[in-house]
């Protein structure tokens, strides 16, 4: 007889039953053993991103197996919000999906409709050949499936901003979450996403999402930003990334053990083999 499975919970049912914020990091490497050491960090969620990272479906598919078993939730995030990306990714056993860039509510209805089937959404049957479904190992999948997939939409432009309010209503969305980088481009101030005016745009919907009973989280490196934001009700904070904490990391090591040995100061030449 085959094995029969169940379906991990979600984020959306992490979020509710915690009385504290998660707290997570980006994986952008491409890198499964990466993805692996990040999900025995300690950190309550990790962000596998596929918009800004050099991540297709397969090496998305290696880090979900790499990280499944660990105490730690995943999240990707989806190049685009379309509705063949959102179904290929949903086969692959993302449970837990963001789209990036979503400015309005008929877009985020749209992302509703991409991850539940018909005749409330439009997403394609393919379960009996997909992990999602673990090959239809997971008893009851396809009528069960929307309570298995936790959606949250991406905050990152001032019309976003604008619509934050009828964005996080939708029916279906489990969550929003805020991206200051683009935000900040997206009023002029490229680079300075602790510029008071983007600081006061997030903190804005974090007091509008929150009131509307929608968790909502943001990304923030900086550590008195991050504890601005959860002081604020922020439930889930991105703070830190792989590949930073390895730049940064390797630039301390070559500053700490390399040092200038020629006169004044300055490094002598370095031989040329």
Request: glycine share 8%; charged share 20%.
């Amino acid at each position: 007889m085959p094995i029969r499975v169940a379906a991990e919970p979600t984020f959306r049912d992490v979020l509710a039953g915690s009385e504290r914020a998660q707290i997570g990091m980006w994986v952008c490497s491409g890198s499964a053993l990466v993805a692996e050491i990040c999900a025995g960090s300690g950190l309550d969620w990790l962000l596998i991103d596929t918009e800004h990272s050099p991540n297709g479906l397969e090496s998305t598919l290696s880090q979900l197996q790499a990280v499944h078993g660990y105490p730690i939730m995943p999240l990707v995030r989806a190049p685009i919000g379309d509705r063949i990306i959102v179904k290929q990714l949903l086969d692959l056993g993302v449970q837990n999906l963001l789209i990036p860039m979503v400015d309005t509510a008929e877009q985020a209805r749209d992302m509703v409709a991409a991850v539940r089937y018909p005749p409330h959404g439009v997403r394609g049957v393919g379960s009996a050949l997909a992990r999602a479904s673990r090959w239809n190992r997971i008893d009851g999948y396809l009528a069960r499936a929307d309570e298995t997939i936790a959606l949250f939409v991406q905050i990152e432009t001032t019309d976003a901003v604008a619509n934050v309010a009828e964005i996080a209503i939708v029916d279906g969305v489990d969550g929003l979450f805020i991206g200051p980088s683009d935000l900040a481009a997206s009023m002029g101030l490229l680079g300075q996403q602790d510029h008071p005016d983007v600081v006061a745009a997030v903190e804005q919907c974090i007091r509008t999402v929150t009131a509307l009973g929608k968790p909502v989280g943001v990304n923030a490196f900086a550590p008195a930003t991050a504890e601005r934001y959860l002081a604020a009700g922020a439930r889930f904070v991105l703070v830190g990334a792989d590949v930073a904490i390895l730049a940064r990391a390797s630039e301390t090591l070559a500053a700490t053990f390399i040092r200038p040995t020629g006169p004044a100061g300055s490094e002598l030449p370095r031989p040329s083999y």
